[in-house]
């Protein structure tokens, strides 16, 4: 469980609930089983940075976690034209 609580609070967000999700993985697991789980979620992270800028099409989920960022960057209007 404390693995799914880490990626859960990672993708949330919250400080404060990351730093319990990694306090719980390096009570339970210890700390090469943090190190393996924080390279397995940035590696991910990292996977899809790679297929949006070839122009892999957005999912709808997608766009909506990411609007702010998108809207922040100026590429809102861009995105969303691409998916009419």
């Known amino acids: ?22 306090d719980a993985i390096l009570d339970e697991l210890g700390s090469e089983s943090l190190v393996d789980a924080a390279a397995v979620f940035g590696n991910f992270e990292m996977m899809n940075r790679v297929a949006e800028g070839t122009g892999v099409t957005l999912p709808p989920q997608a766009l909506e976690r990411e609007a702010e960022m998108m ?14």
């Open 1 to 22: 469980m404390a693995l799914v609580g880490l990626v859960d609070d990672m993708v949330k967000g919250d400080t404060n609930a990351r730093q319990q999700a990694r």
């Open 71 to 84: 809207k922040t960057l100026g590429l809102g209007d861009t995105l969303k034209s691409q998916h009419l």
